[in-house]
């Protein structure tokens, strides 16, 4: 469930009650405290229930924010407040100066042959693990004070599409129900498909693709086996030169957000595919090239249960 709070709102309150004067009343030094623990409550909600993919220097960021918000809780000194509240906005802009991806596999298998979303359902598990991500990320969106821009990408299987409005849908919710400035762009069939039969036409190392990506997969292997397996096939894919390429466009698209408006919107940029390869072959170069701009989500990735060269709190080629 949305913890409910917009704390682009209370940051706003806070600062048109500073703007009024030099003198602040006992009224609204109360009302800039209660906005202030509105924002602290929902810091601490996310930080520990997203403890698992939450940047590091993010979560030092927001122990700086919430030291500057108890000196406001605490304060009745008008420049201190100013102050303090100078230091949470400057925070707040530096954790959300830079793009992020979420690279999601589906946790269901694809249709056969494409089917058109409104003539498909996801199951039971598909549709809790859509509701799943879209409340972790609504929780995410609503503690970022920016506008902020969805990006929401998916293959050409009707299942992933519908997995795709589905966060759609929540992040409208959040327009409507929070007040929450938040646009979203939903593009079809902007994932490859590397079905067997495009990696054949690609690739003549096709029986070697299938043989390790198998061997990925098989439940009983151990994980030295899996890690060395894992080993040879990003080495092979790397020449993929299909998914590489879409890899590359990703990487433009993130440097593009970051460059462009940062100032004013926080970009979210979310790829949605059945594959088991397009993960990795897409970390690998997002990593590369660009690793200060993309969190990765370990937690939901842990969760799907896609078992790729997995370490600790944080998702490694």
């Given at each position: ?88 906005k400057n925070t707040f802009a530096q954790i959300y ?10 946790p269901e298998p694809p249709e056969d042959g494409y ?164 993960i990795p072959v897409t970390m690998h170069v997002l ?31």
């Open positions: 469930m949305v913890h409910n709070t917009n704390v682009g709102v209370y940051i706003q309150s806070i600062g048109l009650i500073l703007r009024e004067g030099t003198f602040i009343d006992k009224r609204k030094i109360t009302q800039i405290k209660w906005n202030a623990d509105k924002i602290t409550r929902h810091i601490s909600y996310v930080v520990k229930t997203h403890s698992k993919s939450l940047h590091p220097l993010d979560v030092e960021g927001f122990q700086s924010i919430n030291k500057n918000l108890d000196i406001i809780k605490k304060s009745t000194d008008s420049q201190q407040l100013r102050l303090a509240f100078q230091g949470v100066s830079q793009s992020i991806a979420y690279l999601l596999r589906h089917t058109d979303a409104a003539s498909s359902t996801l199951s039971n598990k598909g549709t809790k693990e859509a509701a799943k991500f879209s409340e972790y990320l609504a929780e995410e969106v609503l503690l970022c004070p920016k506008k902020v821009r969805v990006h929401i990408f998916y293959s050409t299987k009707a299942r992933t599409e519908l997995f795709g409005k589905f966060i759609m849908y929540k992040m409208n919710q959040l327009r409507a129900m929070h007040e929450k400035e938040v646009e979203v762009d939903f593009a079809p069939a902007a994932l490859p498909l590397m079905r067997s039969s495009v990696v054949k036409d690609l690739m003549d190392e096709y029986e070697e693709f299938r043989v390790l990506a198998n061997g990925i997969k098989t439940q009983g292997m151990n994980k030295a086996d899996r890690a060395l397996s894992m080993k040879y096939f990003l080495l092979w894919s790397r020449k993929f030169e299909s998914a590489r390429n879409y890899a590359t466009q990703i990487l433009e698209l993130l440097t593009q957000a970051t460059d462009q408006d940062s100032s004013n919107e926080w970009n979210i940029f979310i790829y949605i595919t059945h594959n088991h390869s397009f990593q590369k090239g660009l690793t200060e701009c993309l969190v990765q989500t370990a937690e939901y990735i842990k969760k799907q249960g896609n078992g790729l060269n997995y370490r600790g709190n944080w998702y490694e080629i």
